[in-house]
Every structure is written in structure tokens, then in C-alpha cells.
């Protein structure tokens, strides 16, 4: 497909990752042309905006900056770097583990293979945390210690440390890799004092480290897809770790566990929110319905209209 596609590219060098002679090199303006082309006829619905974000990594520079140089040829040193990186995009591989890097809550934050890629929908968990604590001041200290299980990246801990200033944090999450992404991602935003980061598998984490009754906020963006569901998802969830998607049987596994060990580690009034997926608002509310330890839960939906955070508060006061 890329012979094809790309047709400024002697064949023979293809497969070569070597500095290529500078004459062979394609301006950027024709670079950008091929590489759409050829992210097209792979199913790629976002091609020529991954061709720009590729070439600009590939050159060291900004996405912007390459509409200033449209007629620049590419060094050779440059232009292999970037028909490497096509080939892999080619793949379907996430446009994020190309560029290490991945935008969230208007924070850049670093990603690597091996950790869940941040969504844009999960900024909702975000907005309906801040949403909550805020309403009840009453129920909420200032000071309060917010809980972010199976964090990733840090994605959602790092944007609640950033817009509540006073509030300690702990994020846990089974992967060293993650826990140490997630560190290297605090640090990088300047709230790593802030926030305790705990190795474990869900509640485990805080076994020995966190008294019971402390916490006044749980959130998580647990696993939410169906098992039978994986394997029809787009190409490039499939480079991702099950681990961080698989939800069971209905996509509900995870959520599940986390209430059955809520009650124990939250305050009276303490919260629990937690992403699902859109089509599982009134299953995830009969769980905290069920559970007893809560108040009515209330769904809340995302900037496409579709179920994205169920929550609800501890019962007490």
C-alpha cells in the first residue's frame, strides 16, 4: 500500500530507516499530499491530520510551523524518520504511542505503549468531579483527599490537582509502568507533591496505607467494554492493554468491585464517580442502587449526549 501511495519514494528505499540522499527528499507540501493518501486508503478517518502531527515529530518542530515551509525539502535525515513513523500509522498503531505525547484537559502529558491512551470523553469524569465537590462546600474539606484508582497516565488526578489547589490526592494503578508514567506526568505539571502514587490492583492499593472512612472522593475511569465486544473495536484500540479495557461479561466487572470497597474507605457523604460507557447509565445506577451504601445515583452525560459518569454520594452525613 505505501508503493502506492507513496509515489515521490523510489521503492528501493521503503524499507530503508538509513539517511537517504537529499535528492530523493519530497517537499513538505508533497510529503504531507502522499502521507494522506496513503493514511487514507488505510482507514485512517484523521489523515491528514495525522500526517501533519507525524511530519512535524519527525522534523522536531510544530504543526504550524510547517505551513510556513510548504516548499522546503525534507532532510533525508528527517524524511526517514517520517516514512517510519507512516509505516507504523499505516499499521493502525495509535497516533498517540508515535508521538509519545497526548493533549488532555488542555494538559500535554506524556504516553506510552502498554498504558490506556486519555479520551477526550474522560474530561467529563473530570468536569463532574469539580461540578460535585464544589455544590456541597459542606460535604466537601477543602483539603480533602481524593482518590484516583486505576489512574494510567494520570490524567484525571493531574487535572483535579491542577484546579483544586488545596486537595492531596492518591492515584493507584496495578502496572509499574503506568504508576511511573503517571509520576513522570505529575512532575512534568508541577503537582507530583500533591498526589501519592500506590501500586496495586483496586482497593489492594490501599490495604496498610490508607485509613478507612478518609477519602472524600473516589473516581475512576474503570475497564468498561465487553469482552465479546474487543475484538470489533477500531484497529488501533487493539494496541492498547486488554487489561485497560476489558469490563467482563457486561462491561460492569470493575465498577462492581470498586463499590463493593467504597464504603469502607469514604467519608459519610463521601463521592464515587465512575466512567461507563454510553450505553450503560441505567446498569451502573442499579449497582449503587443495589449496593445500599448510597444516596440515588445520578448519570451524567457527555458533550455528545451519550451516558459517561455515573455518581453518587455515601449515605450519612
Not at 490501599?206 to 473516589?218: K, R
Amino acid at each position: 500500500m505505501m508503493r502506492a501511495a507513496l509515489a515521490w519514494v523510489p521503492p528501493q528505499l521503503l524499507s530503508r530507516t538509513a539517511a537517504l540522499p537529499r535528492e530523493c527528499c519530497p517537499t513538505v507540501d508533497e510529503g504531507l499530499r502522499g502521507a494522506a493518501l496513503l493514511l487514507e486508503r488505510a482507514g485512517v478517518d484523521t489523515a491528514r491530520l495525522d500526517a501533519e502531527c507525524l511530519l512535524a515529530q519527525a522534523l522536531g518542530t510544530t504543526r504550524w510551523e510547517l505551513t510556513l515551509r510548504r516548499e522546503r525539502r525534507l532532510p533525508s535525515e528527517a524524511f526517514a524518520r517520517f516514512l517510519t513513523l507512516l509505516q507504523r500509522r499505516e499499521r493502525r498503531e495509535p497516533l498517540a504511542f508515535l508521538t509519545g505525547t497526548r493533549e488532555f484537559w488542555s494538559l500535554a502529558l506524556a504516553v506510552t505503549p502498554g498504558v490506556l491512551v486519555p479520551r477526550p470523553e474522560t474530561e467529563t469524569l473530570v468536569e463532574a468531579t469539580l461540578t460535585a465537590v464544589r455544590q456541597r462546600p459542606e460535604s466537601y474539606r477543602r483539603d480533602g483527599v481524593l482518590l484516583d484508582l486505576g489512574t494510567g497516565t494520570g490524567a484525571v488526578a493531574i487535572a483535579l490537582a491542577r484546579e483544586l489547589p488545596e486537595a492531596r490526592l492518591i492515584a493507584t494503578d496495578v502496572s509499574r509502568r503506568a504508576l511511573r508514567l503517571a509520576r513522570s506526568n505529575a512532575e512534568m505539571h508541577g503537582v507530583a507533591g500533591r498526589i501519592r502514587f500506590l501500586r496495586g490492583d483496586l482497593w489492594r492499593a490501599l490495604e496498610g496505607a490508607v485509613p478507612a472512612g478518609t477519602l472524600d472522593a473516589v473516581v475512576a475511569n474503570p475497564p468498561y467494554i465487553p469482552s465479546a465486544a474487543i475484538a470489533g473495536l477500531m484497529p488501533e484500540v487493539q494496541w492498547e492493554p486488554r487489561v485497560a479495557l476489558d469490563g467482563g461479561a457486561d462491561g460492569l466487572a470493575l465498577h462492581r468491585q470498586i463499590l463493593e470497597g467504597a464504603p469502607r474507605y469514604l467519608r459519610p457523604a463521601g463521592l464515587v464517580l465512575l466512567e461507563i460507557g454510553a450505553d450503560q447509565g441505567s446498569g451502573a445506577a442499579a449497582l449503587f442502587e443495589a449496593s445500599g451504601a448510597f444516596e440515588a445515583p445520578t448519570v451524567i452525560r457527555d458533550l455528545a449526549g451519550r451516558d459517561r459518569v455515573v455518581m453518587a454520594r455515601r449515605t450519612g452525613c
